[in-house]
């Protein structure tokens, strides 16, 4: 059963970058057909898409958020990762790292989140 | 960008229907049929219920089912269970590898 974990400190200053590591357990990172990405969720409010990348790197980014995130793979370790930089109180929330299934083949169209983890709580504060 | 509108809360008594819907625009929903569901209970992670519109990954009940019309995505949920009490979120493709959600929905049993 494919688990997904995110880890991380939990408390950033203001003006500072966050980091989360999502480590990936029970199947490969590297699978073609997937892509693996950051959610987030402030207290009380909706999801948030952060964006998502492949085994090979590539990335793809929610446009009001690009100038500031940076997300990478670590193939070796099955591990991803979430930079979010210039951080302030609006960017406190719940993050979540979820398999993101982005392919279509003679089957059908495969275009949706299906495995989560459980969300780490990132606060920015002094 | 925007959040795909859906509304705050929904209820209904155990046994009965309640539909959900999920609105965008003709450059979201109203372009793809990429759209998927997902229940939320509290503190706890998201999990897919609906995807490509219709489709129900294994082990969902069918209880829940999906569909579409114009910009307008619904959720609809027969059969009413205590357990079905949760928030609800759509999502929807927009193209050029852009994905969005909507704002949630609770849904309450009475």
């Known amino acids: 059963q494919l688990q997904l974990q995110e880890s991380g400190p939990g408390l950033v200053k203001p003006s500072e970058t966050l980091s989360l590591i999502c480590t990936v357990s029970?199947?490969?990172?590297?699978?073609?057909?997937?892509?693996w990405g950051w959610i987030r969720q402030p207290p009380g409010e909706g999801l948030e898409w952060i964006g998502s990348i492949n085994y090979s790197g590539t990335t793809y980014y929610n446009p009001s958020l690009r100038t500031r995130v940076t997300i990478s793979v670590d193939t070796s370790k099955n591990q991803f990762s979430l930079k979010l930089s210039s951080v302030t109180a609006a960017d406190t929330a719940v993050y979540f790292c979820a398999r993101h299934s982005y392919y279509y083949d003679s089957s059908g169209s495969y275009y949706y989140f299906d495995y989560w983890g459980q969300g780490a709580l990132d606060t920015v504060s002094s | 960008q925007s959040a795909l509108t859906q509304p705050p809360s929904a209820s209904g008594s155990p046994g009965e229907s309640v539909t959900i819907s999920c609105t965008g625009t003709i450059s979201d929903v109203g372009a793809y049929n990429y759209i998927s569901w997902y229940q939320q209970h509290p503190g706890k992670a998201p999990k897919l219920m609906i995807y490509?519109?219709?489709k129900r990954p294994s082990g969902v009940p069918d209880r829940f089912s999906g569909s579409k019309s114009g910009n307008t995505a619904s959720l609809t949920v027969s059969g009413l269970q205590v357990e079905d009490e949760a928030d609800y979120y759509c999502n929807s493709y927009k193209g050029s590898n852009n994905w969005v959600f909507g704002g949630g929905t609770k849904l309450t049993v009475l």
């Open positions: 490509e519109v219709t």
């Open positions: 029970g199947g490969s990172i590297s699978s073609s057909n997937y892509y």
